[in-house]
Each structure stands twice: as C-alpha cells, then as structure tokens.
C-alpha cells in the first residue's frame, strides 16, 4: 500500500535532515540530487524544516548563481547540546557537544576509592552540570554513558559486579533524576567499538572483535553492523577466559586465572620490569601503555617483552577468531593504541600460525578517547531519533 501523504513527507523530512547531518550545509539542489526528490519537493521540505526550527541559512554556495538554490542550508545544531561520559573506576570524564557533534566544553575529574559513594555521585553530577553550563545555554538534551561492567538487556540498566565501585550504578540514577535529559549507559568496550566502526580504525569493517587493552580487558563484538550483547549482556567478558600460561583458572567472581591475568595492565607492568623496562602508576592504564612505548623505542630487553606481550594476545584473539571468524580484530584502549601498528603486527603473524582462519589484526586509532567518543556518539543518535523526526 502507498504512504500517505503525510508518512511521505515525514520520510523525505527524514532523509533529508540525516544527509544534512552527515553531508551539510547542502544547496536545495545538491539536496535534490542527493534524495532524487523533485525540485518542488525539496523547496517544500526544505521550508517545512526551516519552519520547525530544524534546519536554517547558513551562507551561499559560491559555485552557482545567486538566488534559493545557492543558499546553504545547514543543521540548527545548538537547538540542543549532548554529554558524554567516560565513567572509570577511579574517574569520570566529561564532554559536551552540540547536535552535529562539535565539542563544546570537557571536563575531568578523579575520584578515589577512599571517596564514600555519596559524595562521589555527588561529584560526578555537578561536574556534568559545571561542564553543561559553560558549553552554553542551550538545553541538555540526551547524555550517553561508557561504564565497565554488565548491561541488563532487558532494563538496559548497569548490573552490580564484584569488584566495581557502588558510585558507578548510582551515578546512572541520579542522572537521570536530576537531569532534563535522556540519559543511556552502554558497556564502556561497546562504546569503543562503536566509535571505532563510525571514526576510527573499523570504518571499513561491519563485522569485527575489539580488544579492549586497559587496565583491565574486554571485548566488543560486531556482527553486521550491529553490536552483539549476548542473552545476558556479558558477550565480549573475555578476562574471564581460560588460557594456558596462568596460576588456576578463573571463578564466577573473579577473573584472576583467565586472560586478565596475561594482559591486563598489571601483569603488563609486571612483565615490563622482569624485561628492564620501569614503568609508573602501579600497573594503571598509563604504566602499562608507557611500557609498551618505552619497548617499541628500545628500552631494556624489548624485543623479548615484545615478543611475550604478542604471545599473550594471540591466545584471547586466536579463541575469539575460532568462534566468530570476525575477519578483523582490534587492539584499542590506551596499550592497543600505544602499541600501534608494530604490535598488531606480531599479534597477527603469531595468529597466522595459531589458527586456519585468516584474521587482520590492526590498532585502533582512538585510544583512551574512543569510549568517550562513543558515547557521545549514543547521546547524538538519541537526540537526532527523537528532534529530528518530524511528526507524521
């Protein structure tokens, strides 16, 4: 059955802001050509936008005569502001952006452990408020958080997990309390993967495995373009695997013994010094990105650690190839990206030999942002579902 002609123009409206979003400002005639729309279908969306306050005159195209069709049209993108945060076990970082992404004001702040959950939730909320206000006046619209730990598929909300702090599942609440936003929390490697696949090293892959390398380990999994969760919110919980080469095997509250013990940033850092290579921090995220760096410039017996370090990885990336056949897998987090190419290199060699499936390894390009941009990627894509959908 046809559309209607109301669900048509709601369509095209549609069509029209997304290809303004991702391609704008654009002339009525490069929009035209872009949605194969009629000349006057276009002039009718296009005053149908404006008149919503979704879309308004931002200059002149310089390459066609003057008149409608030179004028540039563009996204109102300071209707609403968005929020990201990148929420740690000992932080949260914060980043406020417009509607097309523009990043407005960022903020950080640590929070120690010895800090009561209270005035921790506290802390974090009014950094989000101080952050908000200086990006500007204009409303808070959808705000995305990257957090470590289980997401509930059903509620989508963060599940308590051993060894997480109680401030984490609180923060989401009071969020959402306080704020005249719509507040989402994602699985921080999930986030990663996505801002991977939208802006980083991923952009040419719709199915793939991230590696989360930090100061612990995770895995994101993209089948099709599409994040897999698994039934229970768990898939990608990879420091609980299994692997030779550890004391014991890991238990159901705990993942000591799995393949955290070889690769999470302590035992990194631990490897570092047996090879000569100081590390600071106490195995934190740093200590173990500036081991791999110091090797990778020749400090202390780097090849070996090198060598250990790529050993290591191919174990929980030749599991995940033999399961998925993802075709691509990324080392990301603050090592992956400190390890660059010269470490997927030798992940990826030792992977060619482990398994009969062909894997591309490579480093993601993001690092320690990539959760943050994710996101802040989550909070955009809620508030263009929910603006920039005209009514039918």
Not at 358 to 367: F, H, I, Q, S, Y
């Amino acid at each position: 059955m046809p559309a209607s002609p109301s669900t048509a123009r709601a369509i095209n409206d549609r069509l029209a802001l997304r290809l303004l979003q991702q391609d704008g400002p654009l002339t009525a005639t490069q929009l035209k050509t872009l949605t194969g729309l009629s000349r006057p279908t276009v002039a009718d969306l296009v005053e149908r936008l404006q008149g919503a306050g979704l879309v308004r005159v931002v200059g002149e195209s310089g390459a066609e005569r003057r008149g409608p069709n030179a004028r540039l049209y563009g996204i109102v993108s300071d209707r609403a502001h968005l929020a990201g945060l990148d929420v740690r076990t000992d932080s949260v970082a914060v980043v406020v952006a417009d509607l097309l992404g523009a990043t407005l004001a960022e903020a950080t702040l640590p929070i120690g452990s010895e800090t009561a959950t209270d005035d921790a939730v506290e802390q974090a909320v009014a950094l989000l408020e101080r952050t908000a206000h200086r990006a500007g006046t204009a409303p808070l619209h959808s705000v995305g958080i990257g957090a470590p730990g289980l997401i509930d598929p059903v509620t989508g909300e963060l599940r308590d997990t051993t060894g997480l702090p109680l401030w984490h599942r609180r923060l989401v609440r009071a969020l959402q309390q306080r704020l005249p936003a719509t507040v989402h929390v994602e699985n921080e490697t999930n986030l990663a993967a996505v801002a991977e696949n939208r802006a980083g090293a991923a952009r040419d892959h719709d199915t793939f495995v991230l590696l989360w390398l930090g100061h612990g380990v995770g895995a994101a999994v993209m089948l099709d373009g599409k994040l897999r969760r698994g039934a229970s919110g768990g898939a990608g919980e990879i420091g609980f695997l299994p692997v030779p080469g550890t004391i014991g095997t890991p238990s159901a509250l705990n993942c000591d013994g799995g393949f955290h013990s070889l690769v999470g940033s302590v035992a990194l850092c631990e490897l570092a010094a047996a090879h000569g290579i100081v590390t600071p921090d106490g195995g934190r995220e740093p200590g173990a990105a500036v081991a791999v760096r110091a090797a990778l410039a020749g400090e202390g017996d780097s090849a070996a650690f090198l060598d250990t370090l790529a050993d290591r990885l191919a174990l929980g990336a030749a599991a995940v190839a033999s399961v998925l056949d993802p075709g691509c897998v990324l080392l990301s987090g603050e090592v992956g990206h400190a390890g660059g190419d010269a470490l997927a290199a030798r992940v990826e060699e030792r992977l060619a030999v482990m398994s009969p499936l062909r894997t591309e390894v490579r480093a993601g390009l993001l690092g320690g942002t990539a959760v943050l941009r994710g996101a802040l990627l989550a909070a955009r894509e809620a508030a263009q579902e929910a603006l920039f959908t005209p009514a039918v």
